[in-house]
């Protein structure tokens, strides 16, 4: 078989597979648990948690495991809409974002949000100006994703990140 839509679901590596394997068939209990089972799937919890930090330059505390991109994606927004409400109710975006990301900023401005959707070139590139001339004194947030999943462009992440670490404000990619 040639499978060619790896941007929604990828095989599992055998190593990672070889490792989950005891958690999958014998260990697998409620992590969340006093017993057996449970305590030491809280410890692989916690091991894969350090050893991902670790990677990245994180803390353990700053590692969360959820059950997919799209759960992410509305975590990520929705929790820093709610942490951030006071400071203000303006998302930038663009127009051709996942439909978890778009779904979420749907819903939210129901609530009382304003988003920004930002158009894109003929490639499907956002330009960085653009997003700089989104930007308004309310904006909380900038969520543009690091790969689009149906044409595969790659968005200039990077510098957009840079853009709002200057403006202090925060930043969300779906990198899934």
Known sequence: MIYLDNAATTKTAPEVLEVMMPYLMDEFGNASALYGPGTRGKKAVNEAKRRIAETIGASMEEIYFTSGGTESDNWAIKGVAEAYREKGRHIVTTRIEHHAVLHTCEYLE??????????????????TEAVRRAIRSDTILISVMFANNEIGTIQPIKEIGAIAKEENILFHTDAV
């Open 110 to 127: 129901k609530q009382g949000y304003e988003v920004t959707y930002l158009e894109v070139d003929g490639e499907g590139r956002v330009s």
